[in-house]
């Protein structure tokens, strides 16, 4: 592996809902998430109620983290546990869970990252129209004040929203997740409010004293299906939805040239400033890039997302393509420069099957494959003049992967969804290592 640069930080990342299952107990409300799972079960029937058991689990799990001696833990907060039903009444156990998980990283000389909100919307708040309703933002915004105020002290970093793209176009726009609503365009509404609840939460972060503030934001190159103009413009039309509709306001307080139209009468004077808050660091999360279609006429939207033929793929079938991910750190900051602070990788990771073989061993050289790739792009991204300051592997431990449920598995850390076990992969004891070498490198 070839070096990055001096203080890089070599991380893991998980999420409230994938992994801590305990939905009902200490006071925990309901998120949208059970709803959704219960609503449309995954093929094996989970529902994230038990998921790795971190809830159980968290001193095993922090001295995993330890053992690998990654320098950051990227983790995130579930809303309802800490306001059940979003807004009101703190649930005092559940602010203090994250309050112990902070205090456990930092005796382990692990850098907190904290997240407000991956995906799991209080139930409560979904009842009362969720992130259609504006109140949703201004609650959100009232959350991270509160989480703020207990943790800015100790959390080194925060991501206010993880993958607002995704909740937004997929949670409202196609309905493939939580809350499960087909909006089509009707969802850009929602990608305002989910920028404002941003801008809050940057906000409230910054007056209870937090240290830095970032976003991390899914990003997929986009590769149109063919040359035809219909599949180029199709292409251009979902890069400005998927990348720029996220990245420009954020950075420059403004949307897309080509997609602005559209959101004018959904724009109020002060929304665009409000969202365009400086941030210390911009999350990245990557997987693969995204092929994409002219759709025919009478579909809902004008695009279609298409199979990319000549790739390797991963478990669940996403492409393998490190070097679009080289491509999108360069071209990014060519486009940004100065309005652009260090990127951080947020996420990054891959899901293969593998379980223990009849010695115990989890063999997934496909996943040190991948993510050695995948590094050696941020480090050539680097040598091009690309400051990418962190790498974060999604993720530390198997868990509920959304509607997949427990069937992908991206850890470094094999769980048995049965026993609850926890065995590290070789992947585990290969970014051990590469861990061990930049920290050898930089004395
Ligand atoms: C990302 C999500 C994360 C996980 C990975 C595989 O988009 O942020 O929770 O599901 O995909």
């Given at each position: 592996m070839p070096l990055l640069p001096p203080g890089f930080v070599l991380g893991a990342a998980t999420a409230a809902a994938q992994i801590e299952?305990?939905?009902?107990?200490?006071?925990?409300?309901?998120?949208i998430w059970e709803t959704y799972a219960r609503r449309h079960p995954p093929a094996d029937g989970s529902d994230g109620s038990v998921a790795a058991d971190h809830y159980h689990r968290v001193d095993e799990d922090v001295a995993l983290l330890a053992r690998l001696g990654v320098s950051s833990y990227r983790f995130s907060i579930s809303w309802s546990r800490v306001l059940p039903t979003g807004r009101g009444p703190v649930n005092a156990a559940g602010l203090d869970f994250y309050d112990r998980l902070v205090d456990r990283?930092?005796?382990?000389?692990?850098?907190?990252?904290?997240?407000?909100?991956?995906?799991?919307l209080p139930q409560a708040l979904e009842d009362d129209g969720g992130w259609i309703n504006p109140a949703t933002a201004v609650a959100f915004g009232d959350y991270a004040g509160i989480v703020g105020e207990r943790l800015a002290d100790r959390v080194s970093s925060w991501v206010p929203i993880s993958e607002p793209n995704v909740?937004?176009?997929?949670?409202?726009?196609?309905?493939?997740?939580?809350?499960?609503?087909?909006?089509y365009f009707d969802?850009?509404?929602?990608v305002h409010q989910l920028l404002l609840g941003h801008g809050r939460a940057v906000g409230a972060l910054r007056e209870a004293g937090a240290r830095e503030v970032g976003c991390a934001n899914n990003h997929a190159p986009i590769w149109p299906f063919s040359e035809d103009p219909a599949d180029v413009g199709a292409g251009k039309l979902f890069d400005s939805l998927w990348n720029g509709m996220f990245l420009e306001p954020m950075l420059?307080?403004?949307y897309p040239v080509d997609v602005a139209p559209l959101m004018d009468d959904l724009v109020a004077p002060g929304d665009l400033a409000l969202i365009r808050q400086p941030l210390d660091f911009y999350g990245v999360n990557y997987y693969s890039p995204i092929r994409i279609a002219a759709a025919p006429?009478?579909?809902?939207?004008?695009?279609?997302?298409?199979?990319?033929?000549?790739?390797?793929?991963?478990?669940?079938?996403?492409?393998?393509?490190?070097?679009?991910?080289?491509?999108?750190?360069i071209t990014f900051r060519a486009r940004f420069r100065a309005a652009l602070p260090p990127?951080?990788?947020?996420?990054a990771g891959a899901s293969y099957a593998v379980g223990p073989d009849e010695r115990g061993v989890v063999d997934d050289q496909a996943r040190i494959d991948y993510l050695d790739a995948h590094l050696r792009a941020v480090v050539e991204a680097?040598?091009?003049?690309?400051d990418v300051r962190g790498f974060y592997v999604w993720s530390l431990l198997d868990g509920f992967e959304w509607t997949e449920g427990l069937a992908q598995r991206y850890g470094l850390v094999h769980v048995d969804h049965e026993t609850l076990v926890r065995t590290p992969k070789r992947s585990f004891a290969w970014y051990a290592e590469v861990i061990a070498a930049q920290t050898r490198s930089v004395g």
């Open positions: 299952g305990a939905t009902a107990e200490d006071g925990r409300g309901p998120s990283l930092l005796e382990s000389g692990l850098a907190p990252m904290a997240t407000l909100y991956h995906h799991d909740a937004a176009f997929l949670g409202y726009g196609n309905g493939t997740q939580a809350p499960g609503h087909r909006l969802a850009l509404h929602v420059l307080g403004r006429d009478d579909a809902p939207v004008p695009f279609e997302v298409f199979e990319m033929l000549g790739y390797p793929r991963t478990d669940r079938g996403w492409t393998v393509v490190p070097d679009a991910l080289r491509e999108w750190l990127i951080v990788v947020t996420e680097c040598e091009r003049g690309v």
